[in-house]
């Protein structure tokens, strides 16, 4: 994912609410959000073909997990691929926090990212440019590719939506789906300085990117509840924004 924004033990009937955008070259061979078969089964995700992982998933119990790369041209790109980590969470047999104890002793291997896994306990944060782990207080957070709870336009405005919705009594999703479709642009005193000069910079402060070549493939809502039901629910997109179809599945 390339913008994200939870709420974590906030809301009287969902535990957690997940809404972001993934960003990614048209190019990249991807599959629609579904049911992944074994070793991954009870996997409810969009998968990268070219890698095999995913960026935001679902799975047994409500378990839940998003990564995002972090943006920074000088730092490797080379190791094992992030996608994985989604899934090896999702169908393995560790809680978040002992996953991400794990996991912290190789997180240096990977190229930079940023992971979020929640179960029915605990929503553990562990990134690795830099190096960081914690577990999130209820409330409600934001991460796009710097660190978690960065103020950068874009995820100021999502959590901000969410915070809204969140406080409010009417439950339709159309003011989360509104966000994510945001296509405008920060000021350029707004932007944060990431090392890709002020023109990509200005592109990207986007929620949601249109583009011919780059840009928002996925948009994508989840929720669980406090008893370990929920669904996630994907909105698809290609070249210059098209709209290609849409998934919800139940857990």
Not at 71 to 91: E, V
Not at 213 to 240: K, N, Q
Request: glycine content about 12%; hydrophobic content about 40%; proline content about 7%.
């Amino acid at each position: 994912m390339c913008l994200v924004a939870i709420a974590w033990k906030t809301h009287p009937r969902w535990r957690l609410v997940l809404a972001g955008n993934r960003d990614e070259f048209h190019e990249r061979p991807t599959a629609a959000l579904s049911h992944w078969p074994p070793p991954h089964a009870g996997v409810m995700a969009g998968r990268d073909l070219r890698s095999g992982g995913s960026w935001v998933g679902l799975g047994p119990g409500g378990r839940a997990a998003v990564v995002t790369n972090v943006r920074d041209p000088m730092a490797t790109t080379s190791g094992p691929s992030r996608g994985h980590l989604i899934a090896n969470y999702l169908a393995g047999a560790q809680d978040a926090t002992a996953f991400a104890l794990d996991l912290a002793a190789s997180a240096a291997d990977y190229p930079p990212f940023n992971l979020l896994l929640a179960d029915g306990q605990a929503c553990r944060y562990l990134g690795n440019h830099p190096a960081g782990a914690r577990g999130l207080e209820p409330g409600v957070h934001g991460m796009s590719n710097g660190a978690l709870d960065a103020p950068w336009p874009k995820t100021r405005r999502l959590t901000a939506v969410l915070g809204e919705w969140i406080g409010g009594v009417e439950e339709s999703l159309d003011p989360l789906w509104a966000a994510l479709s945001d296509e405008r642009t920060a000021p350029d005193d707004a932007l944060p300085d990431t090392g890709v000069g002020l023109e990509l910079e200005r592109r990207l402060s986007a929620a949601f990117i249109r583009g011919r070549d780059y840009g928002t493939r996925a948009s994508t809502i989840l929720m669980v509840d406090h008893d370990g039901g929920g669904w996630i629910h994907e909105r698809r997109f290609g070249p210059d924004g098209l709209f290609l179809g849409q998934t919800r599945l139940d857990l």
